[in-house]
């Protein structure tokens, strides 16, 4: 019989796991909150490191709850749902300030994380279900096991509907799993699957829906139904112009999984853009962040993508929008020609998870003002940051945002100045 010991969660680390030491080493329990006392078993050690699960919660802590979510122990989707929203907002206002402390100085100036949502639907509005039998779900964490759950409070009420419809309809065997983007004006539903759409299959469309189908494994994507959707991104300019940013999001392209989030996310890198004529952005996905800087400010925007279907999406809203704005698709990862990009007013980063290491260790031979850097992943963030500040860069501002709401992941924008 597997040996269990008691211990003491001695903090919640980023991504959402307590923390237990013990005979020196670092045991990593999920669903726990700081001050918990638990009976535990030791599990496994999964990617290089050890981890337990509780066996029996001895005396909780002073901030536990319990979970909102009937499934939250099996899916582990949302790992701080045992604690209360006020406690979850200051763990992640702690994670991003232990990150950047060591280039935080009197003048930086420091937003702390505000609670962008009440207590029940969290506001998701991208989300991918797995399929078991008629039912949509999420997997469990480290396997394949679909978990189901009635209600998923970490979407918005909209998308968390359109499941429960989506589970009563007649959809084809093969679909093993379901996209959905919720925008301002629809839906983006997307069927994946190993095959090929049936012949003959027209799925029940409501007017703000516009359905796809897409064969794993293959980019494409194919339209569902006839005149295809134009579906959009509303982005308020406020107080820079009294007007709204009507971006085009297709089915391909990427979006903020907030909505609340990402105008908060816009307006921030607007005020911190504010006197810049040349903007560089680097991963600019769609034109998520650049875009509405060139409409607000009238800044000239030049931009770069990895994935073509989005520099074809921001180029398509520039011209449409007739915004000073052009991307090209370059693999940013690798040696690019760095001339269009030398300069700017400000240089945007927005990199993936794994960060903008390559373009931050050179930041030098681009020789920005200022540089607004966005990161999902804090410990990519840390070590961008120290290049920036060993190339000379200060820090002028920082501030997390909680675009993933009962998760154990926080975003966070920072602002540098040379």
């Known amino acids: 019989m597997p040996q269990t010991f008691r211990g003491h969660i001695e903090a919640v680390a980023y991504g959402g796991d307590g923390i237990i030491h013990h005979h020196g080493q670092t045991i990593f329990i999920p669903n726990t909150v700081a001050g918990d006392k638990a009976l535990y078993q030791v599990t496994d050690k999964k990617r290089g490191v050890w981890r337990a699960e509780v066996i029996k919660l001895l005396a909780p802590a002073q901030d536990r709850i319990k979970p909102p979510c009937m499934v939250a122990n099996a899916c582990g989707g949302c790992s701080l749902q045992y604690m209360h929203l006020a406690a979850q907002t200051k763990l992640k206002t702690s994670w991003v300030l232990d990150a950047f402390k060591p280039f935080i100085t009197k003048a930086t100036v420091f937003a702390p994380l505000k609670q962008e949502h009440k207590p029940g639907f969290a506001g998701r509005r991208r989300v991918r ?14 396997s394949h096991h679909v978990v189901h759950s009635d209600t998923c409070i970490a979407l918005s009420k909209t998308l968390d509907t359109l499941r429960k419809e989506l589970e009563e309809m007649a959809l084809p065997s093969t679909v093993a799993s379901i996209q959905a983007v919720e925008l301002s004006n629809g839906i983006h539903i997307i069927l994946e699957s190993e095959h090929d759409c049936p012949d003959g299959f027209i799925p029940s469309i409501a007017k703000d829906q516009q359905w796809w189908w897409r064969k794993r494994n293959s980019p494409a994507i194919q339209a569902l139904h006839k005149p295809v ?3 959009f991104d509303n982005i308020n300019l406020h107080p820079f112009k009294h007007e709204t940013l009507n971006i085009q999001i297709g089915a391909n392209d990427f979006v903020q999984g907030h909505q609340q989030g990402n105008q908060a996310l816009v307006s921030q890198v607007l005020e911190w853009c504010q006197g810049s004529k040349r903007v560089v952005d680097l991963f600019s996905g769609c034109g998520n962040l650049s875009l509405p800087v060139a409409a607000a400010l009238d800044a000239r925007v030049v931009g770069a993508e990895l994935n073509p279907a989005s520099v074809k999406a921001a180029n398509n809203n520039a011209k449409r929008l007739n915004l000073h704005a052009t991307y090209q698709t370059l693999d940013l990862f690798k040696t690019f020609a760095i001339e ?9 980063l927005d990199p993936p998870r794994k960060g903008a290491k390559r373009i931050c260790q050179h930041i030098n031979q681009l020789f920005p003002k200022q540089i607004i850097m966005v990161n999902c992943n804090l410990a990519a963030a840390k070590r961008d940051a120290n290049a920036l500040a060993n190339a000379g860069f200060t ?5 997390p945002l909680d675009l993933f709401p009962y998760s154990g992941h926080v975003e966070t924008l920072s602002l540098w100045a040379s």
Do not use: E, H, S
């Open 340 to 348: 269009p990009f030398v300069g700017a007013d400000t240089l945007i």
């Open 229 to 231: 959707l134009t579906l």
């Open 129 to 142: 279900w797995f399929r078991k039998g008629d039912k949509l779900g999420f997997y469990q964490r480290f």
């Open 395 to 399: 820090l002028k501002a920082l501030r």
